[in-house]
């Protein structure tokens, strides 16, 4: 890093009220030897500051000039200076770490330009507000929040020894070289992942780490939204979303939900795309007393104090089709979409992962171009048509079912010489506490 501008920590806040909080950290910023610049977002006209870049510079560049944030109106003023310091900084190009540090106000008024930034670039905000629900501030960047434990109204021991801590960690970032990139060679792969389908992702991770660089990410809302941000920045080279829960959340009011923008990221960069229905069978909720009372009657599993899941209804179907349809042109879209991981099979996870990759190993391979799998792949669409995915799950439980019946099923279903069907008989036929029975049948997944 021998480009000192790249080196730069920037110091955002607002001077009018936490000039003296803001040059502590320029301060200490400064004594590790990282050059530093303090930015003065004030969303008040005011005089002369000591902040190197004053407020009504960073103002300039709303779109709507300054007049567009200094409106007296706070609210509309502070939207209106974080879209400013967001094309501010956006247009600074390199840039060594950004700090920011306040209350509410000044934390929706720094993080809009930070999660603008590249991944890896230092982040860090003191805030108030950081021991809460900080979703909305991190989104799915890499923001580091540190929570001050007392207000921002002055300095005193306990802040003090806080905003040290912080203007050191950013110095300690921005000094610091980038880590070295030993798989930077292989194209990146990114995974989802959760409890259920973890032995899934673990067996493909095994067999695939030696070609490709296996990013994965926990399925939590914010996970998948990582996932696709990386892929609309053409940081990833192939997906293989494995789970597909946040749909669930998205549908049914859970703490996990994913975006009404899901998979149309990957539509969008053409991106080879391996789909299945992993957790499918759940829906996530924080701690037990929060359920709403419309689904206390379910199967309900506290996974620890914060999180509660809710199984599905015994006998049901899930329906994801207007969630799973893409604004984008699907004709454009490599898709595969992988039945069974899921839905509630734990036991065979790992069998599944292994099949996905011995059973066709050239779906993922570097030299053979995707486009030929396409029509195996997928029936005749018109452009625009959007893609349609129902699966049904009926389960068995309290209703004995003899195992011949069960088996009967299978071969219907898949024929009595599939491997993978006779995996599933064996764990199907082995008894269960309480009587209840482990057969689950599961139409596939059709096209419409």
């Known amino acids: 890093m021998n480009d000192s501008r ?7 806040g607002t001077c009018d009220t936490k000039a003296a909080e803001l040059a502590y950290v320029w301060r200490l910023v400064a004594a590790e030897g990282v050059p530093a610049l303090l930015v003065d977002l004030s969303t008040r006209e005011a005089g002369a500051s000591a902040a190197d870049i004053g407020a009504a510079e960073v103002a300039s560049h709303h779109p709507g000039g300054a007049q567009a944030v200094f409106t007296g109106d706070r609210g509309s003023a502070v939207a209106a200076m974080a879209l400013a310091f967001e094309r501010f900084l956006t247009a600074r190009g390199g840039i060594g770490g950004v700090i920011g540090l306040g209350g509410s106000g000044n934390t929706a008024l720094v993080t809009p330009a930070m999660r603008a930034l590249p991944i890896g670039v230092p982040k860090l905000v003191v805030s108030t507000v950081a021991s809460g629900n900080v979703a909305a501030y991190v989104g799915s960047s890499d923001i580091a929040m540190m929570y001050s434990v007392t207000d921002m109204a002055g300095l005193n021991r306990i802040s003090r020894t806080v905003l040290a801590n912080a203007a050191r960690a950013i110095a300690g970032m921005a000094r610091g070289e980038p880590a070295a990139a030993e798989a930077d060679d292989k194209p990146a792969l990114g995974m989802t992942m959760f409890g259920v389908t973890t032995a899934c992702v673990n067996a493909l991770v095994a067999q695939l780490e030696a070609e490709y660089d296996c990013l994965v990410f926990h399925a939590t809302g914010t996970g998948g939204q990582s996932m696709e941000k990386l892929a609309e920045s053409g940081m990833l080279a192939v997906v293989v979303d494995a789970t597909t829960t ?45 359920v709403p009372e419309r689904y206390q009657g379910r199967n309900l599993y506290v996974h620890n104090a914060q999180i509660t899941l809710i199984r599905h209804q015994c006998v049901g179907a899930v329906h994801l089709d207007p969630a799973l349809g893409c604004d984008a042109d699907p004709a454009q879209m490599p898709l595969d979409l992988q039945p069974g991981v899921g839905a509630g099979a734990v036991a065979h996870q790992r069998q599944i992962g292994r099949q996905l990759v011995q059973g066709e190993p050239a779906r993922l391979g570097p030299h053979r171009p995707w486009q030929q799998h396409q029509e195996r792949l997928l029936p005749k669409r018109q452009p625009h048509q959007p893609i349609h995915v129902v699966q049904r799950v009926r389960r068995h439980d309290g209703v004995h079912v003899p195992p011949d019946q069960r088996r009967a099923q299978r071969r219907r279903q898949t ?12 764990l199907a036929d082995q008894p269960r506490p309480g009587g209840r029975s482990k057969s689950v049948h599961q139409a596939p997944i059709r096209f419409t």
């Open 6 to 12: 790249r080196r730069t920590v920037y110091i955002a």
């Open 246 to 290: 946040e749909v669930c959340d998205l549908l049914m009011g859970g703490v996990f939900p994913c975006s009404e923008d899901r998979f149309d990221a990957f539509a969008r960069g053409r991106l080879p795309y391996v789909g299945s229905c992993g957790a499918l069978d759940m829906v996530n909720f924080a701690a037990r007393a929060t």
């Open 415 to 426: 024929g009595p010489d599939h491997h993978a069907c006779r995996r599933r008989r064996q």
